[in-house]
């Protein structure tokens, strides 16, 4: 089926680093989400990005939606311990497809204190 | 405010059994989604209910199947298990149809033996 690719796959970074992963896609998406998974626990949502160009913050997180609607990225500044675990890209189509989201493959974080 | 409940959290069948599992949505939400997720595999979309219908229907064979009542409670059944089945199941409900970002729950871990 259709598959995002996520990148890097892992990171292990100093804490106090900013982080940046971004996500790509043969197709076009309406919307693009970025959630977060902890072990034992289902992914939470972080951001969800509604139009193309938007870009939007969270605290320390912010994630643009692209231009050609085929790509997004999100950053993380001034990383913390607590920002560990893995992050997820996911598209969705919207209007007729429902709320079905596709994945990208996770990007792994790991922070040094 | 309570999120999305998946019960039960754990489970353990042998090859050839079925299992059925539960999601009660966040209150008020009305579309609810299932995902499985590997580690080889990712994050994969099996169904998605909205007003007691089934709506999308990821590629997964006709052993996987749910439903949704008319509190958009769902379950999902697997029939005649197999040991690539092991995986974590997640749920997720939406507000509504299309276009609505999705929210998980915890998931229930199925261990197939």
């Known amino acids: 089926g259709q598959q995002l690719n996520q990148s890097p796959q892992s990171m292990f970074i100093q804490e106090g680093e900013d982080v940046s992963m971004n996500c790509t896609s043969s197709s076009i998406f309406n919307t693009w989400l970025w959630y977060k998974q902890d072990p034992g626990e289902g992914p939470v949502l972080l951001i969800a990005l509604y139009k193309a160009g938007e870009l939007t913050s969270n605290g320390r997180l912010t994630a643009q939606f692209g231009i050609t609607r085929k790509d997004s990225f999100l950053n993380i500044s001034a990383s913390i311990p607590s920002d560990v675990g893995i992050y997820f890209c996911?598209?969705?189509?919207?209007?007729?497809?429902?709320?079905?989201?596709?994945f990208g493959g996770g990007t792994r974080l790991m922070v040094k204190p | 405010k309570a999120g999305v409940t998946q019960t039960p959290r754990y489970l353990i069948k042998t090859r050839g059994q079925q299992v059925t599992l539960s999601c009660s949505p966040i209150s008020g939400h009305r579309s609810v989604s299932w995902y499985q997720q590997t580690p080889g595999q990712g994050l994969q979309f099996l169904f998605e209910?909205?007003?007691?219908?089934?709506?999308n229907k990821g590629n997964f064979p006709g052993r996987f199947s749910g439903r949704q009542f008319s509190n958009s409670r769902s379950e999902m059944n697997v029939s005649t298990l197999e040991l690539g089945d092991s995986a974590l199941y997640l749920c997720a409900s939406s507000l509504g149809w299309g276009g609505q970002p999705q929210h998980f729950g915890d998931g229930t871990r199925l261990s197939i033996l």
């Open positions: 996911a598209g969705q189509l919207g209007d007729n497809a429902g709320n079905m989201l596709t």
């Open positions: 209910y909205f007003s007691e219908t089934q709506r």
